[in-house]
């Protein structure tokens, strides 16, 4: 039996001090033994979060890292430092990341492959475009992004992978995809995980979906065989994410 993994994608947003008060409103319902609650926040607000959450299970995550270990990379931020600020998660390949910032599927790998190098656990986003949904050959796209994310991954290394179908037809843009599109794709991600490894891997993986979770549709795609909990992000910044959490 998988455990519900609910993360929050905080994007941009939310200085040190917002996250303090964020985190105030937020934790005391979020703090539940049922599913795993994760906050991922900007790297600047990690110690400050790490902090807040002290005595509780919500799990803390950070949206990005550099795949080196450290050095002349000017900018970014290493595996070992999001671990010692006090965040265990981090996102990788998030559409955000892929189209704006122009990441590919080789960097992606090369993060997936550092991640689990340095210790972070990651989250894994894939999704298709509207484009892409419109022709029909999402499946194939989505098929493509896993098999080069997963390139030199071990079995345990992949179990210990959360996946993230997260359309980019429906991030941030209120059009959610229905929940039998939802459990299609992430049925279809697990069947992958299963050609690319074993049953026990595709078992045992967690696939979370992503794009306008909100707290009048989390029961219905959480409630899918194949959906093991969601990537929210506005959402996330309300005390609405406390009834996506516990949207049972
Ligand atoms: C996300 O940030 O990954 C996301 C899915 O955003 P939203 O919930 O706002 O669509």
Known sequence: MR???????????????????????????????????????????VTTAAECLKGTKIKLGTQNFYYEEKGAYTGETSAKMILDAGATYVIIGHSERRGIFKEDDEMINKKLIAAHKFGLKPILCCGESLELREKGTYKLFIEGQIRSAFDGISKDQAIDTVIAYEPIWAIGTGKTATSEEAEEVCKFIRETIKNLYDVETSDKVRIQYGGSVNAGNAKELFGKEDIDGGLVGGASLKEEFINIVNYK
């Open 3 to 45: 455990k519900k993994i609910i993360a929050g994608n905080w994007k941009m947003n939310m200085t040190p001090t917002e996250t303090k008060e964020l985190i105030s409103k937020l934790k005391d319902k979020c703090n539940i033994d049922e599913v795993d609650v994760l906050f991922v926040v900007p790297a600047i607000d």
